[in-house]
């Protein structure tokens, strides 16, 4: 016991979903951590934010195994940090899959209509280019 580790990462790159929707995480939710082979779970016991030198929050307290998950906010404006702290419990398979806070259908990294818009710019290249060809065939 005795542990309080933190993770860090960014939120809101267009390439990769990271820790974006951190801030949809509340007291009572859980995470799991994947580490080699093994699982480890987590139950939202606290979420602050706080002033980056405000280091206070991520002591380590006696027969306690937290983990801290640390990102900047507000998005964009990045003044303050906001830590989403969890309390180690038994991990259980099924409780897992049950939750939705990050279901693989949402976390894909790239919003849906930012592929559909790529999708169709290479459409209208496309027809540019066939067009442009069987115009100057017909001459």
Request: proline share 4%.
């Amino acid at each position: 016991m005795n542990r309080h580790p933190v993770i860090s990462a960014h939120r809101g790159l267009p390439s990769a979903e990271l820790f974006t929707r951190l801030d949809e995480l509340e007291k009572g939710d859980r995470f799991f951590l994947h580490i080699l082979d093994k699982t480890l779970a987590y139950k939202v016991d606290q979420v602050r934010v706080i002033k980056p030198e405000e280091l206070e929050q991520l002591q380590t307290y006696h027969d306690k195994d937290y983990v801290t998950l640390l990102t900047c906010t507000p998005y964009g404006v990045n003044t303050h940090r906001l830590l989403v702290r969890g309390e180690r419990i038994p991990y259980e398979v099924a409780e897992e899959n049950g939750g939705e806070a990050f279901d693989d259908e949402k976390n894909q990294g790239m919003p849906q209509w930012v592929k559909e818009y790529v999708v169709m710019i290479i459409a209208g290249i496309l027809l540019l280019v066939f067009a442009g060809r069987m115009f100057a065939a017909r001459k």
